[in-house]
């Protein structure tokens, strides 16, 4: 699976992209990794998930800095990758 790192860029929209090499198209779930806990991301807020796997984070912040998971399962099976988000700016 290609994946990160990432930058962001401060005030604007900030967009990580998921993409597994799977057919059929498969679901995703996206986490952000604090030491061993991971904790889902959910549509909603500032974060959207869109159906091919890319995490959009509306106005990012600083507080958006750090390590971040997806998920692709499809009923072939499940893969995961994990990566580090930079947030650049003032």
Same mark, same amino acid.
């Given at each position: 699976m290609g994946f990160g790192p990432f930058y962001l860029f401060k005030g604007s929209e900030g967009r990580l992209n998921c993409k597994p090499e799977a057919a059929p198209l498969?679901?995703?779930?996206?986490?952000?990794?604090?030491? %061993?806990?991971?904790?889902?991301i959910k549509s909603g807020g500032r974060? %959207?998930?869109?159906s091919n796997g890319t995490l959009i984070i509306a106005n990012v912040t600083q %507080?958006?800095?750090?390590?971040?998971?997806c998920e692709a399962t %499809?009923?072939?099976g499940r893969d995961n990758a994990t990566a580090d988000a930079?947030?650049?700016g003032r």
């Amino acid at each position: 699976m290609g994946f990160g790192p990432f930058y962001l860029f401060k005030g604007s929209e900030g967009r990580l992209n998921c993409k597994p090499e799977a057919a059929p198209l498969p679901t995703f779930v996206w986490s952000r990794v604090t030491g %061993n806990t991971r904790v889902e991301i959910k549509s909603g807020g500032r974060y %959207n998930i869109l159906s091919n796997g890319t995490l959009i984070i509306a106005n990012v912040t600083q %507080n958006d800095e750090g390590r971040y998971s997806c998920e692709a399962t %499809n009923d072939l099976g499940r893969d995961n990758a994990t990566a580090d988000a930079s947030v650049l700016g003032r």
